[in-house]
């Protein structure tokens, strides 16, 4: 079969038995400047990078944003089928996304990794080359971090700052009645591309050694889910066209948690259609192969970061000047509630069941 | 025996079953929604908290510190003899400890977990408490974070963010020839407060339940293990004085290695005397119970929490006016060497003894 050249998924499982250092030949600080010497200076607000007690930032009367979020191994990636290099690149964009859905431009990151002793020094390695790379792609600055180990297993903390221009700063809740409800992208694609992969894994195991997982033409849907983007496009396009967002907040937990923070917070309600919902003719395929109703992965799946906003009605056809925006549905009074409103024209109540962190059963969504 | 009333540590085994609430009950949101209810804004550079995407805040001008520390079950902590409170409590003071060794001032922390099932909603409340505490009587803010599962045990990810007034700003690399080197309070206290509670607890687990650990007449090292405090009064006496140090970093390797950590990146020497190191009786008598030669405690056990300092030599008669701060030898020219000056006028060459994340045994040392 065919291998999964463009992303690079190495064949499960995915240990490179190469080259091994343990990582006590480096040693904490040694690993840390090691790892970092690749690791250029972007932002002009960078004063002092990694190698003091703390990073130094200067933001001249600008607002600053403060995001982090915690990776946990066997909770929000699975490293038999999630390499390395993807992982970091994630873990920083997961952050960014964050960022972007306040309306700001992130500037700097910090990375703190808890490694057990099955991380050898090029495996670390690799991590970092994926954080170089999304460092790289949104010109941040990694500033610092802390590096230590762990009894079992990788966690990874990844802190971002940005800042925002005056009057840009959206929260999530500030929506007002009868805004449009706009989300950029596709959605649900990073959740079936966790279907599959976690579908191969299992045909894998099962199956005993040697038998590869079949991952052919669902490059999309994989791509999404090992290797996201964060919408900094999005959000300079808004500011290109003078829109600020009545509301925003980034797509991590699924469109239907999503959007009731945002209506929660606002204290209204919405409806959203199904018809408008953006989704990628990959993603319905699998979803129909998988036995999953596509719409149900749109709603819940999670993990997509695109940006989910609202907009004043008279922005309308500002709006569709914007490339890769869908107008999905509109804010309504609190007395409305929030609702789906299917092809069939039925309404349905929309749910939070994206992400539980601390429910029984773990959600498949990731972050 | 008598009970440590003091730091109300609790009987072995500490976990309180009185009321045990599953986190699952109240959901991420639910939980943190809970736990940051009771805290409070101190600082008027935070715009925004907890709650959205990202935390924000406003410094006119100003640089900005910014640093992380996790804390890993098993390898910075034990449960066993760490309340949660006071875990709660230290890891928001290692990162205060952080801006202070730059000469700046806390004003914002972000706080993440990652927990396992073991972890009741009572038991995180603990946690918060002793956040809370830390964020109250150092007049910061808590403002973000992110809570998640974890497979094995809890980690503990401390964001700590503060500014830095113009001029003031003290890195690690900018120590000067002849400098004297300076140190706040005493050193050796909480690496002798860990060697007493490792020593309780393998006699409770060798000796079978219901014997008590005898904890009796060692309140200074067990508090300064685990309740240190940041040196908030050190930053601003020296400010108060007018003293801006040559280069500072705050003792948490120890004092060989955090020293050894100015030396090499001033590119400078050092010179250190055995009777000027401070340590008090407590952990001296603690030392010598424990066939531990008191000064190989201070020079290496690291998790003091003081500053190490260096001010020009003619800053001494000024220095020597703020309590609380010891000279304890000067800075050389690189060729002279890192040297420790034993009472008997021997030469030994520092070494970084300190804690080492990544070495095959575990120092006993911390964070």
Partial sequence: MRR?????????????RKKITPLSKLGEFGLIGHLTKDFKIHQASTVKGVGDDAAVVEYKG?????????????????????????????????????????????RQVL????????????????????????????????????TTT????????????????KGKLVYRNTARVNDLICVSGDLGAA????????????????????????LTGYDYI?????????????VESLHD??????????????LSSDLIHICRQSALGCRIFQDRIPMADETGRAAREMNIEPF?????????????????????????????ISVIGHITEKGAGMKFVTVQGDEIELQAQGWDSFGDEQSASGI
């Fill in 191 to 214: 959740y079936m591309g966790l279907q599959l992969l976690e579908r191969e894994r299992k045909v894998f195991n099962e199956s005993g050694e040697g038998i590869q997982p079949d």
């Fill in 4 to 16: 999964f050249q463009k992303l690079s998924i190495p064949v499960f499982p995915m240990t490179d």
């Fill in 150 to 165: 762990s009894l079992t297993g990788l966690t990874i903390s990844v802190v971002a700052m940005g800042e925002v221009e």
């Fill in 62 to 106: 600008k607002k600053m944003l403060i995001t982090t979020d915690l990776l946990v191994e066997g909770i929000h990636f699975n490293l038999v089928y999630t390499p390395l290099k993807h992982l970091g690149y994630k873990s920083v964009i997961v952050n960014l996304s964050d960022v972007y859905a306040m309306n700001g431009h992130p």
């Fill in 111 to 146: 990375v703190s990794l808890a490694l057990s002793a099955k991380f050898s020094v090029e495996a670390v390695e690799q991590l970092y080359e994926g954080i170089r790379m999304a460092c790289e792609k949104y010109k941040v600055d990694l500033v610092g971090g802390d």
């Fill in 222 to 234: 994989l791509g999404r889910q090992l290797k996201p983007e964060a919408r900094k496009d999005i």
């Fill in 241 to 254: 066209h003078q829109i600020v967002p009545g509301a925003m907040i980034d797509l991590s937990d699924g």
């Fill in 296 to 324: 149900i992965a749109a709603l819940n799946g999670g993990e997509d970061y695109e940006l989910l906003f609202t907009i004043p009605l008279n922005q309308h056809d500002e709006v569709r000047k914007i490339k890769d």
